[in-house]
């Protein structure tokens, strides 16, 4: 059960009454999540049941996460299925629950689809392009806080846990992305806020269709095309080997070039930018792994699965 910080039933009905979301009928700690803290709220309004979520943020800090609730807000106001943050009379969708910065969304239906066909990743990447498309006039600037800048801080605190030939590949991953990160090709790519984290376990599907798009608290300003990886390297591979399947990479992209076509650049970058994606997790998850944070990381997950993508990844490039 991902509940971090316990939050009692008088003062989630009292933030419910506040933002005008109605009376408190039920409540019940998220399972799942390894981040923050999520209850289920359900109220009354009206006559009318609504489902929201309320989330604690145990990680991020008042000050980052504005970028992230009106992006959500901006997503949310051009049709694109996100929760959308709940503002008080004041207008705020930042509040303070228990000393912790917190928000109150409204509850995506369906469910996540964990082994995903065509049909699926076609939907993801209609709606990732969608949602590219959607950000680029939003105002607020933030890097991606887990970027290149984080990588080269992070592997040297991760690389005396592993083996010499795990080391030798993470170092020679960051050498090329540091490489690459310097060239004109890289820095012509088009960029913008993007989500940064879209894999499987932050889509919702209701009865086949796309229902919702969630946890944006990755998101940040990057090349569209490091989006577009991390969606592939999850959606479109097979688990056990991290292999590509070329059916659902082929579904993916071309629903994603439907709305929005690759640059000539992009095309040529994407294997590399894949790679990029690859690595952004492998070192997230090592770093989980062997440095946890205190009741933060409930159950990390398994960094070796996104050292076999980055592998597959470049044995697709040398091949
Ligand atoms: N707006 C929403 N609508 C419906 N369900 C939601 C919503 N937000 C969160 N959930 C549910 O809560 C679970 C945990 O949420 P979320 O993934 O955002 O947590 P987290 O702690 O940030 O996790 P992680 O970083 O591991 O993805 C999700 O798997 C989903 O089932
Ligand atoms: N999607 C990330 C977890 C953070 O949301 C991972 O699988 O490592």
């Not at 943050?85 to 629950?97: E, K, M, R, S």
């Not at 680029?136 to 970027?147: M, T, V």
Request: hydrophobic share 45%; charged share 20%.
């Amino acid at each position: 059960m991902a509940v971090f910080t316990e939050v009692s039933r008088d003062e989630a009905a009292a933030l419910m009454q506040r933002l005008g979301l109605g009376q408190l009928v039920a409540m019940a700690g998220c399972a799942g999540g390894i981040e923050n803290t999520n209850y289920f709220v359900s109220t009354l309004r009206d006559g009318t049941r609504h489902e929201w979520v309320l989330t604690l943020f145990e990680r991020l800090t008042h000050a980052q996460l504005p970028f992230y609730l009106y992006l959500m807000q901006h997503l949310a106001a051009k049709g694109i299925p996100v929760p959308d943050p709940q503002a008080d009379g004041d207008g705020a969708i930042l509040h303070t629950v228990r000393g912790k910065p917190a928000a109150v969304v409204n509850r995506l239906r369906g469910a996540s689809v964990l082994d995903p066909g065509p049909q699926h990743c076609a939907q993801v990447g209609a709606m990732l392009a969608r949602m590219h498309l959607a950000a680029r006039d939003y105002p607020r600037q933030q890097p991606n806080l887990r970027g290149l800048a984080w990588w080269n801080e992070t592997v040297p605190v991760v690389l005396p846990y592993l083996q010499p030939e795990q080391a030798e590949l993470l170092r020679d991953e960051l050498a090329y992305q540091n490489a690459l990160a310097g060239t004109d090709a890289y820095r012509r790519l088009p960029a913008g806020p993007v989500h940064a984290d879209l894999f499987r376990d932050n889509v919702m599907f209701e009865d086949g269709r796309l229902s919702g798009v969630f946890d944006f608290y990755f998101a940040g300003c990057d090349t569209w095309l490091f989006d577009l990886g991390v969606a592939l390297n999850d959606w479109c591979i097979d688990l056990a080997s991290g292999h590509d399947d070329p059916e659902r990479v082929a579904a993916l992209l071309q629903a994603y070039e439907s709305v929005r076509p690759l640059q000539a650049d992009e095309t040529a970058l994407l294997p590399a930018l894949r790679r990029a994606a690859a690595l952004r997790f492998w070192i997230s998850r090592l770093w989980d792994w062997y440095l946890p944070r205190q009741a933060s990381v409930l159950k990390p997950h398994d960094p070796t699965h996104f050292e076999r993508v980055l592998r597959a990844r470049r044995q697709e490039v040398a091949a």
